[in-house]
Every structure is written in C-alpha cells, then in structure tokens.
C-alpha cells in the first residue's frame, strides 16, 4: 500500500488541474506562454500519475475501473464489481 502522503499529493495535483483547466486553455489558446509559466506547475495536467483509488498503486492499473489489478482481482473473487465475474470455460 502507498504512504498516505503520495495518496494525498496526487488528490491535490487532481484538484489544481481541474481548478486552473479553464485558464491553463484560454493562457494557450492566446499563446501567453509567461503567464502559462507562472501558474503552478502541479497544474499541468502532465504531471498527473494514475493510481489505485484505494490502495494508491501506481503500477497495474486499470482504467477502465480505476483500481490496480491486485485490487481488481480482490474485488471481482468477492462479488464486488457489479457485472464481473470469473471466466470458466
């Protein structure tokens, strides 16, 4: 399981890059390349790291449900992802 520092740092870039979207857009589409440098850089949403949602894994992730397939796998054996289930052929 990750350190609930990483877990939080992300949620915060997730929050700064939805905040300053609109301005980061408009910054571009005007070419303002210095006031694009003066917002702050954990705004780029380039910066953004996909991770389990509960157990903040960075590797393994799935997209689709965003969990770590670790945490997919759990979930789907116990019944827990509604219209998932094992392959049996």
């Known amino acids: ?48 790291h996909n991770r389990c949602k509960l157990t903040g894994r960075p590797k393994g992730y799935m997209r689709k449900f965003g969990l770590s397939r670790v945490t997919f796998r759990e979930m789907a054996s116990e019944g827990k992802i509604p219209g998932i289930i094992k392959a049996s052929w």
């Open 1 to 48: 399981m990750a350190k609930e520092s990483l877990k939080a740092r992300e949620r915060k870039r997730e929050r700064l890059v939805a905040k300053f979207a609109e301005k980061r857009k408009a910054l571009k589409e005007a070419g303002d390349y210095v006031g694009l440098d003066k917002l702050p850089k954990d705004s780029s949403p380039v910066r953004l």
